[in-house]
């Protein structure tokens, strides 16, 4: 017993010690992160954060990706779509969802517009290259769900005009536009005539089709009608949770196929039935690396849902995103593929959207 007792102050030294290099490896990979992301164009393709900056009483230590929590995080460039709920496919209704979507669309333009020397709004890639050397946000407008489009396709050239370079083509129930992943009564089979002309009107105008939220046969509808590629802009990957919303390997591999980016969510209900506490940034970086392993790096990014369901543990907010870094650096991840995972590919797709409509034209 005594001579435990002897030990015990060494073993403690030996803890504290090998407590304080776990300490100084982990400060080590922050700062290698902080550089890396200084140098490579960081961006976060789906958020409704634009609803929360933008209601009644705005609390921003609620909202999950503000600017300032944006750039603490290092990140170049967030997507700020309108969510639209979606009501009666009616007339009445339709119309009405139109005028509220073009009213948030312009509120959260002018709030942005307010802030100029911290923020753009990014109308093209390069928009955002040229606003990170000048050490300003990019915001990038959009609409997740085409609900408010109805059955009018002069209104996607009005959501265009105010900036729209995305479009969610459902949330959860089907539309105008399509069938959704979620309830899926098949109303269409995939497409709908109207929905494939918008499709060719996205193409025609430079708008990125995102099938989050779509339902399979959708997908595959708009990756053969599409001239450009296609994007899920949050989904996870089935495999290891089979949620409805997630992709199967046949879909990550298509839209890889059509040179598309499938952009991994944070939200515990895409990621993982484990109870909340045990699902952090190493449950996320496993999709990650799943689709990687599946289809090439050149495949996967991120679209976190901040303030509309993302975040887990580790990332509460956007002020964390460097820590996803940290994770996959600790993975041996190259400088390269972090480059790729965080906006290389993203602005690869969005460049063939462009040149796609160049072509059109
Ligand atoms: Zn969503």
Not at 161 to 178: F, K, M, V
Not at 340 to 353: M, T
Request: with cysteine; hydrophobic share 40%; charged share 25%.
């Amino acid at each position: 017993m005594k001579r435990c007792l002897n030990l015990l102050p060494a073993l403690l030294l030996l803890t504290a010690l090998g407590f304080t290099a776990q300490q100084d490896e982990d400060a080590m990979l922050l700062r290698r992160a902080e550089k890396l992301h200084d140098k490579i164009v960081s961006i976060d393709t789906h958020t409704d954060t634009a609803l929360a900056l933008t209601g009644d009483s705005v609390d921003l230590a609620k909202v999950q990706a503000d600017f300032a929590k944006l750039r603490e995080g290092r990140i170049d460039c967030c997507f700020y779509p309108v969510f639209v709920d979606q009501g009666p496919l009616e007339d009445a209704s339709r119309d009405s969802a139109y005028l509220w979507t073009r009213g948030r669309m312009e509120a959260i333009r002018a709030y942005i517009e307010a802030r100029p020397r911290e923020a753009r709004i990014a109308l093209g890639p390069e928009d955002v290259v040229k606003n990170k050397k000048r050490h300003r946000l990019s915001l990038v407008m959009g609409i997740e769900n085409g609900y408010p489009i109805g059955r009018d396709l002069g209104r996607v050239k009005d959501f265009y005009d105010l900036g729209t370079r995305i479009i969610t083509l459902s949330h959860n129930y089907d539309n105008d536009i399509c069938d959704a992943s979620r309830y899926p009564q098949n109303t269409w089979g995939g497409l709908s005539p109207f929905g494939k002309d918008l499709v060719k009107e996205m193409n025609r105008l430079g708008i990125i089709v995102d099938c989050s939220h779509a339902s399979t046969s959708t997908l595959y509808d708009c990756l053969e009608l599409s001239k450009a590629p296609v994007i899920c802009s949050h989904s996870c990957v089935y495999a290891i949770k089979d949620h409805p919303r997630n992709l199967t390997d046949d879909e990550i591999r298509a839209i890889a196929a059509k040179g598309g980016v499938i952009q991994v969510t944070t939200g515990r209900w895409a990621l993982s039935w484990l109870p909340s506490p045990q699902v952090d940034i190493g449950v996320f970086c496993d999709h990650v690396e799943y689709i990687r392993n599946l289809v090439g790096v050149e495949y996967v990014g991120i679209g976190t849902d901040f303030d509309g369901g993302g975040g887990m543990k580790e990332l509460e907010d956007a002020s964390r995103m460097k820590y996803i870094t940290v994770e996959l650096m600790r993975r041996g991840w190259t400088d390269r593929e972090l480059e790729l995972f965080w906006g290389g590919n993203f602005l690869r797709v969005w460049r063939a959207v462009e040149k796609a409509a160049e072509t059109a034209k």
